[in-house]
């Protein structure tokens, strides 16, 4: 084994280990820190890409399907690779406070990134329509939560003006450092395959993680990492799909409520990956959400949330035109932990409630 080789796989070992220093530490050379910027981690990235060959067998003709598993960065999303830059580069700059307009994850994350680097957190939530379990950990990082009567796309214009007019750093995808964190992703499924995949299939919403993704695979590819970049296939839900339409949706809706997003605000990053990538952009239906949703928890036994399994409808809804023997990497980019009501909503399980509890009422009802 030449060192090279030999370096590079002691550093994968190492980043699956637990001496993972998270991203910054990780990729260091392919962000924008300096020796005086305060790294605020979690330990965030590194996560898993899971081969899965139950989609594989839906697709068939060869095709090799991976999902690279963000849910299980810290606060469950992969906002959490955005925010380590974006908090760490705030306080490099001296900010006390940071806001942000979210559905839920970019809430979760900013609040804890902000409480560890010493900050307060002002988050803008769509009152009624944020998943339980991002409330319960904005609630719990100690953010100052304000659930305002609009939408997501209400709360961002309202923190944009907020951050203009106050001393307050905006940590919504606008900032440049979300996508910068975000962008490793990429060089991670790349070091872990050898090679980009043919295609990357990923949910849109205010269109920053594909933006970032796109940014990550054109790098590598540059410093000679990657001889090949992947088409990038955007999945919207059929309600709440600006992109797909080409135009503003004033009502988005949609089960995934994480995406519920009617004007994105990295539309034109968004469209230029499509294009130089030669990609695509489709929307799916909740149906077809939540059936993704299902096999993958069934099937995989991987729990990702309703947003999430847009990207593997998607492929699914493609499945035709993906390469013969090609490579997938689906984005699964929240934890299906953090919308319990709709995981007690749409599966498939036998749950016998109410029971006598004896073993005879059990085994009766198991069917001995
Ligand atoms: N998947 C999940 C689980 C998300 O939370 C989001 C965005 C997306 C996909 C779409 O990513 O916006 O970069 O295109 N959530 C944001 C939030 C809007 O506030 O948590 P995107």
Redesign the pocket.
């Known amino acids: 084994m030449s060192l090279i080789k030999k370096i590079s796989s002691r550093f994968i070992q190492a980043k699956h280990s637990s001496n993972w220093p998270g991203l910054i530490e990780g990729y260091r050379e392919w962000l924008p820190v300096n020796k005086n910027t305060p790294i605020i981690t979690l330990k965030e990235g590194a996560t898993p890409l899971i081969q899965v060959p139950s989609i594989q067998k839906v697709i068939g003709r060869g095709v090799k399907v991976f999902v690279k598993y963000d ?1 299980l960065n810290p606060t469950g ?3 959490d690779r955005g925010m380590t830059m974006a908090i760490s580069k705030a306080k490099e700059e001296g900010c006390e406070a940071v806001i ?10 900013a609040a804890a990134y902000a409480k560890r680097g010493g900050m307060k957190a002002f988050v803008l939530i769509p009152d009624g329509y944020v998943a339980q379990g ?1 409330l319960a950990q904005a609630l719990v990082y100690g953010a100052e939560v304000l659930a305002i009567k609009g939408n ?1 796309d209400d709360a961002l214009e309202i923190v944009q003006q907020m951050s203009n007019n106050y001393p307050i750093t905006l940590v ?2 606008v900032n440049p450092y979300r996508i910068e964190g ?1 962008k490793t992703a990429a060089f991670e499924i790349i070091d872990t395959l050898g090679e980009a995949p043919d295609w990357l299939c ?11 993704y796109w940014k990550g695979f054109e790098e590598y590819k540059n410093k000679g990492k990657s001889k090949k970049l992947p088409k990038m296939m955007g999945f919207q839900a059929s309600g709440s799909a600006p992109l797909v339409f080409d135009k503003t949706i004033n009502n988005p809706e949609t089960i ?1 409520t ?2 519920r ?1 009617g004007n ?1 605000v ?1 539309k034109v990053k ?1 469209i230029n990956a499509k294009e130089k990538s030669n990609g695509s952009f489709l929307d799916v239906t909740d149906e077809e959400i939540i059936n993704a949703y299902k096999i993958l928890g069934q099937e995989e036994g991987i729990f ?2 309703p ?2 399994a ?1 990207s593997v409808a998607g492929l699914i809804k493609r499945a035709e035109e993906v390469p013969t023997n090609g490579t997938v990497v689906c ?1 699964l ?2 934890n299906g932990l ?1 919308d319990p009501d709709c995981a007690i909503n749409n599966n498939n399980a036998v749950f016998h409630s109410g029971l006598e509890s004896n073993i005879k009422t059990v085994a009766n009802a198991i069917g001995f």
């Open positions: 849910g999303s992969f906002k942000c307009a979210s559905t839920g994850n970019t809430s979760a994350s991002k997501f919504n995808s975000q990923i949910p849109m919403g205010n269109a920053g993680n594909i933006s970032a995934a994480a995406i997003i994105p990295n968004a990702c949330e947003a999430s847009a984005v980019t929240g953090k």
